[in-house]
C-alpha cells in the first residue's frame, strides 16, 4: 500500500476587511495585506507544487463573508483548477456556509456568469455526513459535512460518529470547535460552534481528521499519543489573534505508522504581540530592552508588531517616545503605554496629584466595561504629567 500525503489548509477567510483589529494599520499597509491574505489560493497552489499530495483537503472559512468579491471566488477556482489532476475536497465552514444562492449553488454561478467548480474539486453540501472516494486513490475516502448557514450549531457532530469506512486511508473533514483548544482565538462560551472532544475524536476512529475553525496550529492527539488530526490554522495572520508562524500542513499517512505532520511556512510575514516591562528603565535601557525583546519574539523587517510597555520607567521617561526610532525595524509598529508613573507621592491626599490620582482609582475600580477603564487610565495618566508641570503628550489614537 503506498503512502497517502495530504495537503490541507483551512480558514483563509479571503475578502477580510483586516478593520478595526487594534493595529491602527495605514490605508497603504491594509491594501498590501488584504492583498496578501486574498493570495492564500495562489499560495496553496505553489505549496502544492512542492508537496506534490494525492489530496487536498480544505475543512472550511475558505472566504470571510457572503459577499465576497466575484473575482477573487474567480482566483480560488482558478487556482483550484490549476491543482488538477489533484484531487481537492472542501467541507464548507460557517463563514464560507454552502446555502442557496451561495458560491457553492451551480445555479447561482451560472446566472451571473462565475465559473463552475472544476471538476477536481468536491464539495461536501449537506449538513450530515457523507463518505466520497478520493479519484485515482480507491484505499482512500474523504468523510465530510457541510454548514449551510452562518449560525452557531451547539449540536455534537462525533456525538455519535459517523460510521468509520472500511477504506485503509479513511480521511475526516471537520468544521468545528475543539473544546480543549487553546489558541488566542478560543471562543469563549456562545462563539463555540460544532463542539467535540479529543475523545470523540479519537473514537471515531479515522486514519486522520482534518480539521478548521480555529486559527491557531494545533495537532489533537489519539490517548496513545498519537495525531488522531490537527487545525492547520489560517495562513495569513489578520491581527492579534493570529500571532506567529503561519502554516499549510503535509500530512503522510503510511499503513499503521503514527500519521507524520509537516509544516510548511504560509505567509510572507508574521503578526507579534509583545510585552516589555519598563523595570525602571530609561529611554536607552527601554530601547535596548525592547530590541532584545523582539530579537527573541523572532521579529523579521517583514512583521507586524504591537509592543505594549507596562510597569514604571525611570521617572519623567515617556515610554512611547523613547521606543518610536524602533518604527523603521518592521513593517508596522504598533506602541501601546500602559506605564504607570510610581512618583514618591502618587497618591498622598494632601496633595493636588494625589488627591487627583485617589480620585481617579476609585473611578477606575467602579468602571463598567473596558473601554471606560481606558479611558480613565488615560485621563489619569494625561492629568497627573499636567499636575507634575510637564506637557502632557496624548498618546497615538488606539482602538479600545
Ligand atoms: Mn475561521
Do not use: Q
Given at each position: 500500500m503506498a503512502p497517502l500525503v495530504v495537503l490541507q489548509s483551512s480558514d483563509w477567510h479571503v475578502g477580510s476587511a483586516l478593520s478595526g483589529r487594534g493595529l491602527g494599520l495605514t490605508e497603504e499597509f491594509r491594501a498590501k495585506r488584504r492583498e496578501e491574505v486574498d493570495s492564500a489560493p495562489e499560495r496553496l497552489l505553489a505549496a502544492s507544487r512542492e508537496v506534490r499530495p494525492d489530496v487536498v483537503l480544505l475543512p472550511g472559512d475558505l472566504w470571510d463573508a457572503e459577499n465576497v468579491p466575484p473575482a477573487l471566488f474567480r482566483r480560488l477556482v482558478e487556482a483550484f483548477a490549476a491543482l488538477a489532476p489533484v484531487p481537492v475536497f472542501v467541507a464548507p465552514g460557517n463563514h464560507d456556509f454552502a446555502g442557496p444562492g451561495g458560491f457553492f449553488d451551480e445555479a447561482f454561478l451560472a446566472a451571473l456568469g462565475l465559473p463552475a467548480w472544476p471538476g477536481n474539486?468536491?464539495?461536501?453540501?449537506?449538513?450530515?455526513?457523507?463518505?466520497?472516494?478520493?479519484?485515482?486513490?480507491?484505499?482512500?475516502?474523504?468523510?465530510?459535512?457541510?454548514?449551510?448557514?452562518?449560525?452557531?450549531?451547539a449540536g455534537r457532530p462525533l456525538d455519535p460518529p459517523p460510521a468509520r469506512p472500511l477504506a485503509p486511508y479513511a480521511l475526516l473533514m471537520l468544521h468545528g470547535s475543539l473544546e480543549s483548544y487553546r489558541g488566542p482565538d478560543a471562543p469563549t462560551g456562545p462563539k463555540r460552534t460544532a463542539p467535540f472532544s479529543r475523545a470523540e475524536l479519537s473514537g471515531a476512529g479515522f486514519s486522520w481528521a482534518a480539521l478548521g475553525h480555529h486559527h491557531a496550529f494545533e495537532v489533537v492527539e489519539r490517548l496513545d499519543g498519537s495525531a488522531a488530526g490537527a487545525y492547520s490554522g489560517s495562513p495569513t495572520g489578520r491581527g492579534l489573534d493570529e500571532t506567529g508562524p503561519r502554516c499549510f500542513l503535509r500530512v503522510t499517512l503510511d499503513a499503521g505508522a503514527p500519521p507524520k505532520i509537516e509544516t510548511l511556512v504560509s505567509d510572507c510575514r508574521q503578526v507579534l504581540d509583545v510585552s516589555l516591562e519598563a523595570g525602571g528603565r530609561d529611554a536607552d535601557g527601554l530601547r535596548e530592552a525592547a530590541l532584545a525583546l523582539l530579537l527573541e519574539a523572532g521579529a523579521t523587517p517583514g512583521d507586524v508588531v504591537r509592543l505594549t510597555v507596562r510597569g514604571s520607567p525611570a521617572g519623567g521617561t515617556r515610554a512611547i517616545h523613547a521606543l518610536t526610532d524602533l518604527k523603521g525595524l518592521v513593517a508596522h509598529l504598533v506602541l501601546r503605554d500602559r506605564t504607570v508613573n510610581e512618583s514618591e507621592g502618587r497618591t498622598d491626599p494632601s496633595t493636588a496629584e494625589g488627591r487627583f490620582t485617589l480620585d481617579l482609582e476609585a473611578r477606575l475600580a467602579a468602571a463598567p466595561d473596558a473601554r471606560s477603564r481606558r479611558v480613565i487610565e488615560m485621563a489619569c495618566a494625561l492629568g497627573r504629567e499636567a499636575l507634575l508641570g510637564r506637557l502632557p503628550v496624548p498618546p497615538p489614537a488606539e482602538d479600545v
Open positions: 474539486v468536491t464539495v461536501f453540501r449537506r449538513a450530515s455526513w457523507e463518505t466520497l472516494p478520493v479519484p485515482g486513490r480507491d484505499d482512500t475516502t474523504v468523510t465530510g459535512r457541510a454548514f449551510l448557514s452562518p449560525l452557531l450549531e
